[in-house]
């Protein structure tokens, strides 16, 4: 089962974020929009490598940038369908900054069905610091105006958070900054540490380690917390992929859901994601988009060109460590992080080790009598 295909409708953006490991949109590589013919022929290959296409992501650079582009690449996808090169409709998603929605665009939404992930990094003092337009005009208050009409036309949405030290600055924790987008009415939150080398962004000492991770533990607590006690399920993404993880080690089936993995692979970059580059180039995932040590090649049905991929089977660390059948790690960070020299990274391994202990620990505390958290197997 190929989990997601990522689709790339073109390399520019229109944000200037403060972190960004696409290097403004294009990689540091081609800076334009897709070229449809090729993208085509690219998503065909694919299909005949793996008929079993679960779930379609249109990404970027900003992709409602050229959102006109999405019709096209879904007739292609539903005469493969037709054809029985696709086994079955896949779901459609977007990855977007939604600074760019109008009405045009949210007819494409409810056209295909999509759900929409929104990068958005908390209130307003800390998001147009980290997103503003290229150019330096804050992009906040178009991005709340925007949430407001995907809730008003009943489109769900993620909420992705990039949690720095700039929120540090402007005196938000993991968990205000949880809290303050919770509000907004996503389906989930999803808060990923920022990888940057810069010290006023990255969390880069000993010092910077140990609060980011002290804080997303207290994060992981509250929300274990009213599970446990209240039964009220908080919509965040670590803890949904912590019970994923447990969950497919107790059935015994691989991880589900974008990045799967487990066992002895990182994630499943590669085999059940791949990404198709506006410039029509196959990678294991849009996280190494560019990067040509990690480019693709499919042909007839076969991987002709197969990366290699960094797995836990190459660190010592990861084949003695208790975690490693749940742990999903991603490569594509590890290599912004440290080009050429894959491994995880302390705060990874930190929140992966502590987020089990602290599940484990909820599980073993909860009244017997009214448990809300269970992990069968
Ligand atoms: S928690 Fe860290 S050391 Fe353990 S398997 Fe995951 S990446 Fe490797
Ligand atoms: S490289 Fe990272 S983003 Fe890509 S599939 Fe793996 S874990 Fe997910």
């Known amino acids: 089962m190929l989990e997601r295909l990522s689709i790339n409708l073109t390399h520019l953006c229109n944000l200037d974020c403060a972190y960004c490991y696409a290097l403004g949109g294009d990689y540091g590589g081609y800076s334009g929009d897709a070229r449809v013919a090729e993208v085509e022929a690219r998503i065909t290959d694919v299909a005949l490598l793996n008929p079993n296409i679960k779930s379609v992501q249109f990404f970027g650079g900003e992709p409602l940038l050229r959102f006109d582009l999405v019709d096209g690449f879904t007739a292609h996808i539903d005469k493969l369908v037709h054809e029985g090169a696709i086994a079955a409709p896949p779901r459609y998603s977007v990855v977007t900054n939604l600074t760019l929605l109008d009405d045009a665009r949210i007819e494409i939404m409810k056209r295909h069905d999509m759900s929409v992930v929104v990068s958005l990094d908390g209130p307003p003092e800390v998001n147009d610091a980290t997103r503003p337009y290229k150019g330096g005009r804050v992009s906040t208050a178009r991005v709340l105006e925007n949430l407001a009409k995907l809730r008003d036309h009943g489109i769900t949405f993620d909420i992705e958070c990039t949690f720095s030290k700039l929120h540090w600055a402007k005196g938000y924790s993991a968990l205000s900054t949880f809290l303050y987008i919770a509000e907004l009415g996503p389906s989930l939150v999803k808060m990923t540490n920022v990888t940057h080398p810069d010290p006023e962004i990255g969390f880069n000492t000993r010092e910077d380690i140990a609060r980011v991770l002290d804080e997303n533990l207290t994060l992981l607590d509250y929300a274990l917390e009213a599970l446990t006690e209240k039964g009220r399920l908080v919509p965040l993404g670590f803890l949904t992929e912590l019970i994923n993880a447990l969950q497919a080690r107790a059935d015994a089936t691989p991880q589900s859901g974008g990045c799967g993995g487990g066992g002895g692979s990182y994630c499943n970059a590669g ?97 017997a009598s009214a448990p809300r958290l269970t992990v069968s197997g």
Request: include cysteine; charge should be positive; hydrophobic fraction near 40%.
């Open 271 to 367: 085999t059940g994601n791949i990404a198709i580059s506006a410039d029509a180039k196959i990678y294991p995932c849009h996280m190494f988009t560019a990067n040509r040590a990690f480019e693709m090649e499919i042909a007839g049905g076969a991987v002709t060109r197969q990366p290699k991929m960094a797995s836990k089977r190459d660190h010592a660390a990861c084949t003695s460590c208790w975690a490693s059948s749940w742990c999903v790690a991603c490569p594509g960070a590890m290599e912004f992080r440290r080009p050429g020299h894959s491994g995880p990274s302390a705060i990874h391994c930190g929140l992966m080790r502590g987020g089990l202990e602290h599940v484990f620990a909820a599980l073993a505390d909860q009244d």
